[in-house]
């Protein structure tokens, strides 16, 4: 008979040595070069570099790989542990991506897997935008990418499974918004199944909800602001029926 157990545990703090595996099949290199090739053509040839909400660092580790002096800022410090044994060489900081600083102006700052929306409500992402363009020198870039509100479906879930230490793993994730407001979330699982018997968790991260022509006009008074579709393999503007977009963003 298979036992199964649930938690209601913040996903992200309690269980954030199955982040790597939870995340196992993003295209952290693509996504890396993507926003690489970005930098080239939009920014100002430096090489500094600065990660928001870094996870455990794979993004941090293809940068560093292109030549860049590359950091992290997360506000949970078990991913930042494990972002150090994945790149020694850098610099990680706890904190919140709504109100940070730094001591000397950077040329790339990159916030990816819709992790701007972590900022919560409209007013922290401000503070995230402020935030931002404080801290990057003169034609730095701001990278980042964005689902559109009024394009989310709620029946929409990413799954996949693994398998790892002896336990098969199943994941899913999927946006949700009420048509209303500010407020979206993240809705997440985790299903671990070991010798037949498994463990359940669910959560659900609250999240900032915010169209595209919203953000760009949160954006435009500090950067001249480019959207792109959500394809790693080109660099094409993004259409008017689109859900996701990669926006850069150039200090002016």
């Known amino acids: 008979m298979q036992a199964v157990t649930t938690s209601s545990n913040a996903l992200y703090t309690d269980l954030s ?18 926003v690489r090739r970005l930098h080239q053509l939009f920014g100002n040839e430096g090489n500094t570099h600065l990660d928001l909400a870094c996870g455990t660092g794979p993004h941090v580790r293809y940068f560093i790989d292109y030549g860049y002096q590359s950091r992290g800022l997360d506000i949970n410090q078990p991913m ?6 994945r790149c020694p060489e850098a610099e990680f900081t706890l904190g ?8 000397e102006p950077l040329d790339l700052i990159t916030c990816f897997l819709y992790s701007i929306h ?5 007013e922290n992402l401000k503070g995230c935008i402020a935030s931002v363009h404080k801290a990057l020198k003169d034609g730095g870039v701001f990278c980042f990418n964005s689902v559109e509100k009024n394009k989310i479906n709620n029946a929409s879930f990413v799954r996949h499974s693994t398998h790892f230490d002896d336990s098969e793993f199943v994941f899913s994730s999927g946006w949700h918004y009420s048509g209303e407001g500010e407020k979206q979330s993240l809705k997440l699982s985790i299903e671990k199944t070991t010798e037949q018997v498994t463990q359940s968790w669910q959560d659900e991260h609250p999240m900032v909800a915010v169209g595209f022509d919203e953000l760009k006009a949160l954006l435009m008074p500090y950067f001249d602001v480019h959207v792109f579709e959500h394809d790693y393999d080109k660099i094409i503007p993004v259409g008017d029926n ?11």
């Open 118 to 122: 972590y900022s919560g409500g409209i």
């Open 242 to 252: 689109a859900g996701n977009a990669i926006f850069v963003c150039v200090k002016r």
């Open 96 to 103: 919140n991506m709504c109100d940070f600083t730094v001591e």
């Open 80 to 85: 930042l542990d494990m972002a150090q044994v």
């Open 17 to 34: 040595s199955y982040y790597d595996l939870m995340c196992a099949d993003i295209g952290y290199e693509a996504q890396s070069h993507y």
